[in-house]
């Protein structure tokens, strides 16, 4: 019995040492972007601005778009940018550009689909990722994006905004996941991203039903993914998103304390989707914006 714990224990050794050359190798080595074209892609929150920033990087690389948001009419806003997209990707090659003067037709032309959906209401969701099943097929990757913010101090934030905040924040990944990780599952494929905050990694004040939700949403992501590893599926991945403060929707406009401003600013949306998607793209675990987030995490810890 003693031998068997301590042949477990050198073999956890190893596996950890192991991983930490193969982290230290990817500084050196970049990983190759894996392929999402004709994959199905759900984004939660597609009408906000982070959402369509994620829309418009899936659509570049030609995969189908499934997009979900509670307002009707920003999301078909960023089903027109992805449709854009797609158009200025299949135009076929001039004649002078076409080789023996043959035009050049893509194979597989991706489409995308929209609907209006309350993310807070489980009902909505199931009944919704029904819908998807029967007229797009299984999601292959799934981007829970969807957020809230109240903006208000807890003794002046009413009730229900801190329910609203909680429940869109994180229950709604409870709901999404179940609804889509069964066929996952069963397939031994997927990706699942959970866009969070550092705000879930370590705390500040006048934002406590905020970060008591990233917290949450975190918490919950780093559970099933030892559950997933648990389970032997290789195939699904997943992925942490942790960005700073994010000059964008929700927090746009917002400001720091002025002595570190400078060194910390807030972050452009369009640089945070960028690392996001190179994370996303290479299967890696979890990216936090700017790297010094790591820092403050390990600090903390």
Known sequence: MMINIVAEFFVVILKVLWAIVMAGLKWFIRPK???VAGQVCLIT??????????????????????????????????AEVVRQIYRERDNPMTK??????????????????????????????????ERVRRE??????????AGVVSGHHLLECPDELIERTMVVNC??????????????????HGHIVTV??????????????YCASKFGAIGFHESLSHEIKASEKDGIKMTLVCPYLVDAGMFKGCRI??????????????????????????DQPMICTPRIIYMVNFMKR
């Open 33 to 35: 972007e894996k392929s």
């Open 45 to 78: 929150g597609a009408g906000g601005e982070l959402g369509r920033l994620y829309a418009k990087e899936f659509a570049r690389r030609r995969a189908t778009l499934v997009l979900w948001d509670i307002n009707s009419q920003s999301n078909e806003e960023t």
């Open 96 to 129: 002078e550009e076409s080789v023996g003067g043959v035009e050049e037709v893509p194979p597989f032309q991706p489409q995308v689909y929209t609907y209006v959906v309350d993310v807070g209401k489980r009902e909505s969701v199931y009944a919704t990722a």
């Open 136 to 145: 797009v097929g299984e999601v292959d990757l799934l981007i829970n994006n």
């Open 171 to 188: 229950h709604a990944h409870f709901w999404t996941t179940k609804a889509f990780l069964p066929k996952m599952l069963e397939m031994n």
């Open 196 to 209: 969070a905050s550092s705000l879930g990694l370590f705390s500040t004040a006048g934002v406590e039903d």
């Open 257 to 282: 304390r002025k002595e570190i401003e400078p060194f910390l600013p807030p972050l452009r949306p369009e640089f945070c989707v960028k690392q996001a998607m190179r994370a996303i793209l290479t």
